[in-house]
Antibody
Framework: QLQLQESGPGLVKPSETLSLTCTVS??????????WAWIRQPPGKGLEWIGS???????YYNPSLKSRVTISVDTSKNQFFLRLSSVTAADTAVYYC???????????????????????WGRGTLVTVPS | QSVLTQPPSASGTPGQRVTISCSGS????????VNWYQQLPGTAPELLIY???QRPSGVPDRLSGSKSGTSASLAISGLQSEDEAGYYC???????????FGGGTKLTVL
């Protein structure tokens, strides 16, 4: 069974860089059917997509965060990473890593799209930036 | 403010059918597929519906999704107490070149 596990500091000082790792087990990060994503959720609020990466290194970023975000991948370790620079209290959130489905097959038909959904999620890790 | 619009709350009694709406625009729901998530308190979201109306294995058929134009809906029939949770819609947005979520709907089972 696929598992995703986020890891990294739970407390980051203002103006510093938040760094998280997502370790994928039970499956290959190089599977062509998937991108890999970071999503966050401030306490008591909704979900916000941060960005996604393909095993080849191709990335998509949320335009509102693009200037501060870098997502990278290490296929040899089955891990991908998030770096968010110049953090403020507004970046306090539970950070999730997830698998983004871009292809699937049903019966004799296969389908492709930029995004069919996030079908597996990590448990999330709370990162606090004090004000 | 979220790109996709959901009602902040919904409610129903056990056994009832409830519907949660998700409204978008031509750049997201109007031209891309919609997916839905359930989030129980203190847990990660779980995919309920993908590609507008497809259920992952393990999701009961009393949950269904539909899309028409720039809006989508999640229907839950035979409402149960364990359905009390937050529900989110999501889609790709061609203008933003990324994923957008709805603000979420908190479903209460009375």
């Amino acid at each position: 069974q696929l598992q995703l596990q986020e890891s990294g500091p739970g407390l980051v000082k203002p103006s510093e860089t938040l760094s998280l790792t997502c370790t994928v087990s039970g499956g290959s990060i190089s599977d062509s059917f998937y991108y890999w994503a970071w999503i966050r959720q401030p306490p008591g609020k909704g979900l916000e997509w941060i960005g996604s990466i393909y095993y080849s290194g191709s990335t998509y970023y949320n335009p509102s965060l693009k200037s501060r975000v870098t997502i990278s991948v290490d296929t040899s370790k089955n891990q991908f990473f998030l770096r968010l620079s110049s953090v403020t209290a507004a970046d306090t959130a539970v950070y999730y890593c997830a698998r983004r489905l871009i292809r699937y097959c049903s019966g004799f038909s296969c389908y492709s799209a930029l995004f069919f959904g996030f079908d597996f999620w990590g448990r999330g890790t709370l990162v606090t930036v004090p004000s | 403010q979220s790109v996709l619009t959901q009602p902040p709350s919904a409610s129903g009694t056990p056994g009832q059918r409830v519907t949660i709406s998700c409204s978008g625009s031509s750049s997201n729901i109007g031209s891309n597929n919609v997916n839905w998530y359930q989030q129980l308190p203190g847990t990660a979201p779980e995919l309920l519906i993908y590609n507008n109306d497809q259920r992952p294995s393990g999701v009961p058929d009393r949950l269904s999704g539909s899309k028409s134009g720039t809006s989508a809906s999640l229907a839950i029939s035979g409402l149960q107490s364990e359905d009390e949770a937050g529900y989110y819609c999501a889609a790709w947005d061609d203008s933003l070149n990324g994923v957008v979520f709805g603000g979420g709907t908190k479903l209460t089972v009375l």
